[in-house]
């Protein structure tokens, strides 16, 4: 089986769809994961949601999703994702809130566990090191767990008891052996890596290979539709800066 890990959307089409038609190009998948924030920062949330809808897949819920439909105080947010948070709330159809209300914090797929921040803290925890990736380890019970979250692709993998990251590079296929790993296919939306375009992943339980892979899209298009809808303007640039 193939599947491909989507994380991070945030509301961003015109990166969703290069995304979708990369993995068309490369033969298709049997299932899509998405591991959360599918709406939140973007000039596309219904249109995105509308898209998945109609798509095999499965997903979790992300701390941008929960704070769109209420469930979340804003407080943790910045002044920018708020602002972003207020407009995405009023672009939601009724039945854009069913969907997000009814995303699991958590979800297990075979040898995987899906979570959008952290197996410990699903909504919140941002995996960002080796040190915080070893504690996580006791806070799943499958072999592996994806996470999104960070915007930023990375693999952390428990060897003889100890978590050390082995990088996650465009082009490299990362073979799944014992050892139990967490692995972040960064962001389709908005990547942070420095790399603005879109990041996912495809697994094939065959090979057991997971390969990272980045798509190049219409970025203009994206920014343009952010400022007619006066979303802040840093959300705009970023996008361009991969940051
Ligand atoms: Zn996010």
């Known amino acids: 089986m193939r599947c491909a890990i989507i994380a991070d959307i945030h509301a961003n089409l015109a990166a969703l769809a ?15 994961w998405c591991l959360g924030d599918m709406v939140g920062y973007g000039p596309d949330p219904h249109q995105c949601l509308e898209l998945l809808r109609q798509l095999n897949h499965v ?16 407080t943790y947010f910045n002044a920018d994702a708020v602002a972003a948070i207020q407009w995405t709330a009023k672009q939601l159809t009724p039945g854009d809130i069913r969907y997000l209300e009814n995303l699991p914090m958590k979800l297990e ?32 019970s499958s072999r592996f767990c994806l996470v999104g979250h960070t915007h930023i692709p990375a693999t952390f993998k428990k060897e003889k008891g ?13 073979v799944l052996g014992e050892d139990r790993m ?18 996912y992943a495809i697994y094939d339980s065959e090979g057991k290979i997971m390969r990272l892979y980045r798509v190049p899209y219409d970025i203009g298009a994206t920014q343009d539709k952010m ?15 991969g940051r």
């Open 109 to 140: 797929m075979g040898d995987f566990t899906l979570v959008h921040g952290s197996p410990m803290e699903p909504v919140w925890e941002y995996l960002i090191s080796t040190g915080i990736a070893a504690r996580n380890f006791a806070y799943f």
């Open 59 to 74: 997903g979790v819920v992300g701390n941008h999703d929960l704070a769109a439909i209420g469930k979340v105080e804003t």
């Open 18 to 32: 290069a995304v979708l038609a990369d993995i068309k190009q490369k033969g298709g998948v049997d299932e899509l």
């Open 227 to 241: 400022m007619k809808a006066k979303l802040p303007i840093h959300l705009v640039t970023r996008l361009q800066e």
């Open 162 to 174: 100890t978590c050390h990251s082995i990088g996650f590079s465009p082009g490299i296929g990362i």
């Open 182 to 199: 967490i692995i972040n296919p960064g962001g389709v939306g908005q990547p942070r890596d420095g790399d603005p375009r879109a990041s």
